[in-house]
């Protein structure tokens, strides 16, 4: 394909028309007459040698190779935006610029917010969009961070694509204040026995998968998409959940539960933000990252996520059912 003999206005106009399954509305969503639009139609016709849009009735349906072209057109079209919108220079105290980042509520919760409080203070102009990211990110991630600025997910995941490390974390148990069962840390044989409360699938995180590895297939009664709904999903049950240090500081005060130590060597949470080549050479993005780094550090440094093993008691704060932890440090003072 030699792009130098390519309308990329084309480009624009397949994604109205594809989306938009109607040739009146398309050209109004990017300022063409009806009769331009048509044209734009006809051409792309030629080019794919398919109708794109077949008429039914008083309506149009995309055909089969149409509906395989509504997604990527999307995806051509962000990616071309992103690459004009490049910036040489980058002043964020006068900057107005959005960067968008993919992240589960763990990932918005602990470094979102942290990285929100620094922009806050530092850059007042810049905002940022958290979305949650679907399941399909990580078989298509290359695609899918071409058109955002970065993606909040472990190690373990993903790879081949650059990224920021942030912080570590590590997982423990949470478990139901009352469970008749479980007294000051929990067994493996009790990790296979009793129901689980998992954050959407068993083998998404890394150190779920490693519960395979020792004999363990966790019987799951509820799969939720966010972490911060574990707990309480195991509030009041005989459930137990796997949740990230930082997160279960937050659970005691959200319901009542307790934390316990993981009962086996768990991997773990090594988090990072991954981004796009396309963006390599954006200064704003450069900035971008350069303050990831800085508030990951923070992060890093504040104590938390540095368990010494399995086995190990984890002291619990009188009527808290926490962990200790140190004192709340960084922009905002709180945790």
Not at 203 to 216: E, H, N, T, V
Request: proline share 8%; hydrophobic share 45%.
């Amino acid at each position: 394909m030699n792009l130098s003999r390519l309308d990329l206005n084309l480009v624009l106009a397949l994604r109205a028309l594809l989306e938009e399954r109607n040739v009146t509305r398309a050209g109004e969503r990017i300022g063409l007459s009806q009769p331009a639009m048509s044209a734009a139609l006809s051409r792309l016709r030629r080019h794919f040698d398919d109708e794109l849009l077949a008429r039914t009735g008083n309506t149009y349906e995309l055909t089969p190779f149409g509906a395989a072209l509504r997604d990527r057109s999307a995806t051509a079209c962000d990616l071309l935006e992103r690459v004009f919108s490049s910036q040489a220079d980058f002043d964020p105290v006068a900057e107005s610029r959005e960067f968008t980042l993919l992240a589960s509520d763990y990932g918005a919760a602990v470094f979102g917010a942290a990285l929100a409080r620094t922009l806050h203070e530092e850059a007042p102009g810049i905002r940022l969009t958290f979305q949650h990211p679907a399941p399909s990110v990580v078989e298509n991630t290359a695609a899918v961070l071409s058109t955002v600025d970065g993606l909040l997910m472990p190690h373990g995941v993903i790879d081949g694509l650059p990224a920021v490390d942030l912080h570590q974390d590590r997982w423990l148990f949470l478990v139901p204040d009352d469970h008749p069962e479980i007294g000051d840390e929990l067994s493996l044989d009790q990790l296979g026995r009793l129901p689980w409360a998992v954050y959407q699938r068993p083998y998404d995180a890394p150190a779920a998968r490693q519960l395979s590895m020792i004999g363990i297939s966790p019987q799951v009664e509820v799969s939720v998409q966010t972490f911060q709904l574990l707990p309480l999903m195991v509030e009041g049950t005989r459930r137990i959940a796997m949740i990230q240090e930082r997160l279960a500081r937050r659970a005691v005060r959200s319901a009542a539960v307790r934390v316990l130590p993981c009962p086996f060597e768990a991997v773990p949470v090594r988090e990072a933000m991954w981004w796009h080549p396309v963006h390599a050479r954006d200064a704003g993005h450069i900035w971008l990252r350069q303050k990831a780094a800085e508030v990951g550090a923070t992060l890093a440094g504040d104590g938390y996520g540095h368990g010494k093993g399995p086995g190990k008691a984890v002291p619990v704060d009188q009527g808290a059912g926490l962990p200790p932890g140190p004192a709340p440090t960084g922009p905002g003072g709180s945790p």
